[in-house]
């Protein structure tokens, strides 16, 4: 009797054990909150990739989701989770989730912004570019300008690369991983700075340079010519005025009035031509002295892009002209305010007319710069046709020193 008792409580026991897990097991598990992220690193000014859409899941049904930021000078939150980047640093997002029944669930995400190179400027430490020696390191320097406005390298994957002048691969000239180019032979070298976010975007660039073009950050390209020797200059006077050139440089006045003087520079080629690169210089009097910012209005309605395509189309009896990289700029030589307006040029289909001769040429590239500035009663303009030939000096630093130079000869003279 005893025993029918004890297995009736057991039975009974186990009949309630065996209810509690059938009745837990038929409750609904209540589903775990999910950020897609707790950590987001973006990267300023880049598209794609100064923003973020975080994505959340298992919150409840009919829940409030509130999302904050820490810091909102770093990056912002909208009301669906999108974060953008505005500035360098670390913040935390937080996210609020407020069941029905009041119930809160705080999740947590770490956000850092990375700066970003918005351009990079190479150079060559403490040389003149068109006066390198072979077999000699030299030094070439960049500065980074970052979106946040920083002039600096922010641990970007930087590369090198040398061409001739031409454009074409050359085993002649190489810079290495420290900076510095050296040449064995001489000639002009166009040497181009890259900046990239890190080495394997470097490594997809340089697999396919068409497919991955916009993991390139950043560029620059300078110009380096290396020859025997360093060249000399002399000031020369050209109808009373005073102009810094090399020697090597041969002055042609091509008209002399009251009003203007204009006149021609070239060298020659090894050949004994004249090379196609020129300087042709403008002096016109004026009746009273102008501003610069005169000059700027008159000159950037001028210097568009579909007029220069149109004038120096016709100039060269050309079937197309393509102007690119069309760029203003202010510089200053003591106290005077000078414009510069440069480009590059693209001829294709030329018929020059050249002693009674057509001579057709399928295609010539240029870069060309003017300078141009009031100096008292007078407008002077210099204006540079680069062709890239292997001139040496190089006929822009050429350019360069003549408008830093250029002075009336009777003021030189009193001083």
């Not at 070439?140 to 454009?167: D, F, P, Q, R, S």
Request: aromatic share 8%; with cysteine.
């Amino acid at each position: 009797m005893k025993n029918n008792k004890n297995n009736l409580r057991f039975a009974t026991f186990f009949c309630i054990a065996f209810a509690a897990v059938i009745f837990h097991c038929a409750m609904p598990v209540k589903a775990e909150v999910k950020l897609s992220r707790t950590y987001v690193a973006l990267l300023l000014g880049q598209e794609g990739k100064d923003t973020y859409q975080l994505r959340i899941s298992g919150t409840p049904k009919g829940a409030l989701v509130v999302f904050s930021m820490e810091n909102e000078n770093i990056a912002l939150v909208d009301e669906t989770g999108e974060i953008a980047a505005l500035a360098p640093g670390r913040t935390t997002l937080t996210c609020t989730i407020t069941a029905k029944d009041g119930e809160k669930t705080v999740k947590k995400v770490s956000v850092q912004v990375y700066d970003n190179i918005r351009s990079i400027t190479l150079g060559a430490k403490d040389v003149q570019q068109n006066a390198l020696h072979k077999n000699t390191a030299y030094a070439l320097t960049y500065t980074c300008k970052t979106v946040a406005g920083t002039n600096k390298n922010i641990g970007n994957y930087i590369h090198y690369e040398v061409l001739t002048a031409a454009g074409e691969s050359t085993q002649d000239a190489a810079v290495d991983s420290e900076g510095n180019f050296t040449a064995k032979s001489y000639g002009s070298y166009s040497v181009s700075v890259y900046a990239f976010q890190s080495s394997n975007k470097y490594k997809e660039w340089a697999a396919d340079r068409g497919k991955y073009a916009g993991n390139v950050l950043a560029q620059d390209t300078l110009v380096l010519t290396v020859t025997p020797t360093s060249y000399r200059i002399k000031t020369q006077e050209v109808e009373g005025f005073c102009v810094t050139l090399p020697i090597k440089y041969e002055i042609n006045v091509r008209e002399k009035t009251k009003e203007r003087t204009a006149f021609s520079a070239q060298v020659k080629n090894s050949a004994g031509q004249n090379a196609i690169s020129n300087l042709q210089v403008m002096i016109d009097k004026v009746e009273e002295e102008q501003s610069y910012a005169l000059l700027l209005s008159v000159m950037a309605s001028v210097y568009t892009k579909g007029a220069l395509e149109q004038s120096w189309k016709s100039a060269y009896n050309a079937q197309r002209a393509a102007v690119k990289n069309l760029e203003t700029e202010k510089l200053t030589a003591g106290e005077r305010e000078i414009l510069k307006i440069s480009y590059e040029l693209t001829l294709r289909n030329i018929v020059l007319n050249i002693g009674g001769d057509n001579i057709k040429i399928s295609r010539m590239n240029f870069v060309n710069t003017l300078y141009t500035w009031y100096d008292g009663n007078y407008h002077i303009s210099v204006t540079v046709t680069d062709a890239m030939e292997s001139l040496q000096p190089n006929i822009s630093d050429a350019a360069r020193k003549m408008v830093d130079n250029f002075t009336r000869a009777e003021s030189s003279q009193t001083k």
